[in-house]
């Protein structure tokens, strides 16, 4: 028969973490409520943890206005969530209590509410887009991802007196400097859309010098998801 773990066996850590998630989701009674918020004010870490639940849970708050709160509204909450029966003769001493129990089920709900949540809303990994420009020797692979284009050079570097240069050509067909290709990697910040034409010209050495190309187009590719 497997043994039961009790909230108050639990490590301080996550008693800590658990009791800040019940304080932002304002299920604690009374009393614990007062007792947590006196202690974030002198705890940091545990107003940390606060800071961070309320963090994960404000998509919850979004959803909701603030309503009107009576000075019965909270003890009526409290007395429906943990109610005190009076223990039938003869019962355990030691058997658990309502709260006991809540926070039983509390710890797996809200484990399971956490994931739902970040399956929901967490946004997809979106996947880089890439172009594959070659030439006879000379190869540059492309990699573009949040606002990070990245540019691998594999072959001779620019003969002397040169330089290789990017460039993005849009529907419009204008070429649109993205700056030059100087050793094995470079990256480049940039706004780039999947259909969007990169070439590489050879350049006079520094680039372009009126900002369009002026030298032979080495390679070109679209750039689009792999």
């Known amino acids: 028969m497997s043994e039961t773990i009790h909230p108050d066996d639990w490590p301080q850590d996550d008693r800590d973490d658990m009791l800040a998630a019940e304080y932002v989701l304002g299920v604690l009674p009374g009393d614990e409520r007062q007792a947590a918020k006196d202690r974030a004010e002198l705890d940091g870490a545990f107003a940390e943890r606060i800071a961070a639940w309320e963090g994960r849970l404000a998509i919850l708050n979004a959803a909701y206005k603030d309503g009107p709160v009576s000075p019965e509204t909270y003890p009526r909450i409290e007395a429906d969530l943990f109610p005190n029966p009076v223990p039938e003769p003869g019962s355990p001493a030691a058997a658990p209590s309502a709260r006991s129990i809540w926070r039983l089920w509390f710890g797996g709900a809200l484990t399971a509410a956490l994931v739902a949540l970040v399956v929901t809303f967490w946004p997809a990994v979106q996947p880089p887009l890439v172009a594959h420009l ?55 910040p940039t706004e780039l859309d999947e259909g969007i034409t990169l070439a590489v010209s050879l350049e006079p050495e520094g680039g372009a010098p009126d900002g369009a190309p002026t030298g032979p187009v080495l390679m070109a590719g679209p750039l689009a998801y792999d």
């Open 134 to 188: 070659q030439g006879d020797a000379l190869a540059f692979d492309a990699s573009f991802r949040a606002g990070i284009l990245e540019v691998a050079q594999s072959g001779p570097e620019a003969e002397v007196g040169h330089d290789y240069e990017l460039w993005a050509i849009g529907s419009d067909g204008v070429p649109r400097s993205l700056g030059l290709l100087r050793g094995d990697r470079v990256e480049i």
